[in-house]
């Protein structure tokens, strides 16, 4: 019985461990989609904020 257990108890940690990596590979997946999402927002904030016709003109007086 001995050995039974032991096939047993390793096909559960087997299972274990690959429900757990999968876990994990999907919340990282989630996790760089949000990246990604925040990145672009990023960029499309900063060419909002572009604006370029500033510093094309100096003014003086004389």
């Given at each position: 019985?001995?050995?039974?257990?032991?096939?047993?108890?390793?096909?559960?940690?087997?299972?274990?461990?690959?429900?757990?990596?999968?876990?994990?590979?999907?919340?990282?997946?989630?996790?760089?989609?949000?990246?990604?999402?925040?990145?672009?927002?990023?960029?499309?904030?900063?060419?909002?904020?572009?604006q370029?016709?500033?510093?094309q003109?100096?003014?003086?007086y004389?």
């Amino acid at each position: 019985m001995d050995m039974v257990g032991s096939i047993a108890n390793l096909s559960v940690a087997m299972s274990q461990n690959r429900l757990a990596s999968d876990v994990s590979t999907a919340m990282l997946d989630k996790t760089m989609d949000t990246w990604k999402e925040q990145g672009a927002e990023m960029v499309k904030m900063m060419e909002s904020s572009v604006q370029p016709y500033l510093g094309q003109n100096i003014n003086t007086y004389v």
